[in-house]
């Protein structure tokens, strides 16, 4: 493959193999996904797939339209995400993220390492965290997102939400990024993003 340049990837880590499920692992990490170098598999997304422009030439970041959680809108319009599967959860600014956890009646259980902690049995009493992308709207419970962990006899579950002084905006890490397809083009400076669908 000599003097052949592949500028088109895809990433889908909710794709399947034959005998392979994209479910959560014990330890909370989503172990299967596929990278698929110069092609777009059609069954591994839900139409539409939608190009956005990247934000600059060095980072696979482009604008969001909206984030919000339930009917709280968190950042309308001028919302630059990352996407980077070096993280894990979803990182953004301090402010941001503290009226997140005060929408979710949480504001007071923030611990020592600044990650504030959620209330596992309230799982499906909690808002959506919804994210748009033009027409495409992705949500996510707080299970999905959090990081679940035995503390003595029970559980602690700390909020996939956090904040991050590598970036100044927002950053999807890869359990977020389970829910999207996603098209790095490199060649023209965009990324396609669709709903992630099982073949």
């Known amino acids: 493959m000599v003097g052949?340049?592949?500028t088109l990837f895809l990433l889908c880590w909710n794709g399947l193999s034959v005998n392979a499920e994209s479910t959560r692992s014990g330890d909370g990490l989503f172990r299967n996904g596929v990278f698929s170098f110069?092609?777009?598999?059609?069954?591994?997304?839900e139409q539409p797939l939608l190009?956005?422009?990247l934000v600059s030439a060095d980072s696979w970041?482009?604008?969001a339209t909206r984030i919000s959680l339930g009917r709280n809108v968190?950042?309308?319009?001028?919302?630059?995400?990352l996407f980077n599967t070096a993280v894990?959860?979803?990182y953004g600014p301090q402010q941001q993220i503290d009226r997140i956890h005060q929408s979710l009646h949480e504001a007071n259980n923030r611990m020592?390492?600044?990650v504030y902690s959620l209330i596992c049995d309230k799982a499906s009493s909690y808002p959506l965290l919804r994210v748009q992308f033009d027409s495409i709207h992705v949500d996510w419970r707080m299970n999905e997102l959090w990081e679940k962990r035995r503390y003595g006899r029970g559980f602690a579950c700390k909020s996939g939400m956090r904040t991050s002084t590598l970036t100044a905006g927002w950053t999807f890490g890869h359990m977020l990024m389970y829910k999207l397809f996603t098209v790095f083009d490199l060649k023209c400076?965009?990324?396609?993003l669709a709903k992630a669908s099982r073949p």
């Not at 110069?38 to 997304?45: E, K, L, T």
Request: glycine share 12%; hydrophobic share 30%.
């Open 4 to 6: 052949i340049h592949l």
């Open 38 to 45: 110069g092609g777009i598999h059609q069954y591994r997304y």
């Open 51 to 53: 190009y956005f422009p």
């Open 61 to 63: 970041t482009i604008q």
């Open 74 to 81: 968190i950042c309308q319009q001028d919302c630059s995400i």
């Open 88 to 90: 894990r959860f979803l």
């Open 112 to 114: 020592s390492d600044g």
């Open 189 to 192: 400076l965009r990324m396609g």
